[in-house]
């Protein structure tokens, strides 16, 4: 069976990180931060978190283990897929223990890692010893049980993408950001075609009035308890 769990990204804006679990392989689509919950305790640059520690106590990482740099447990994740290099999806990827591996566009991980590279040195920039792995459109990116696919979108950065993820119960469609007006729409119409040939059993997909995301199917509440 697949279940998907989203630990961000609900009634709020961004701070997507969807765990998608088959058959014992997990892995989260985006692992981006919380403006909401971050900006509840944090008003950088004279209020800023001092340690990951900090960030899973007051609520705004979700507690679990095998996932974080801090936490000494083994890692429990297959892999993070990211979307695009907006924070809201992206910037928490900083946090991760460096043996999950994160995929990502060839363009996304320019862009993140020149970012890292300008901003202030700290843990929440700090991405060494990432462990990198690339993804042009179309090529498929198999993590035992499940594969994922991922196809270009147009967004307001470049180098954004859609996932298509075939699981044992069939395929989720995960649109990340996405735009049908602008330059590239071609892009974004050949993400919306190859989703509905897969006819997915669940399409998460973002919206910011906010609206939070639409499923197909029961959206597990987060145990926090992991
Ligand atoms: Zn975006």
Known sequence: MTSITAYGGVGEIGGNKILVEDKGTRIFLDFGMSFKSRGAYYSPPFLSPKSEQALVELGILPRINGLYRFDKTEPAFDGVF????????????????????VFCGETAKTILQAVSE????????????????TFRTGKKIKVDSIEVEPVHVDHSVPGAYGFLVHASSGTIAYTGDFRMHGPRKDMSEEFVEKASKAEPIAILSEGTKPIGFYLSSTLRKPPYDH
């Not at 300008?118 to 792995?133: A, C, H, M, T, Y």
């Open 82 to 101: 990211i979307s695009h290099a907006h924070i809201d999806h992206s910037g928490h990827v900083s946090m991760l223990k460096r043996e999950i591996p």
């Open 118 to 133: 300008i901003r202030p040195s700290n843990f929440e920039s700090d991405l060494d010893g990432v462990q990198w792995k």
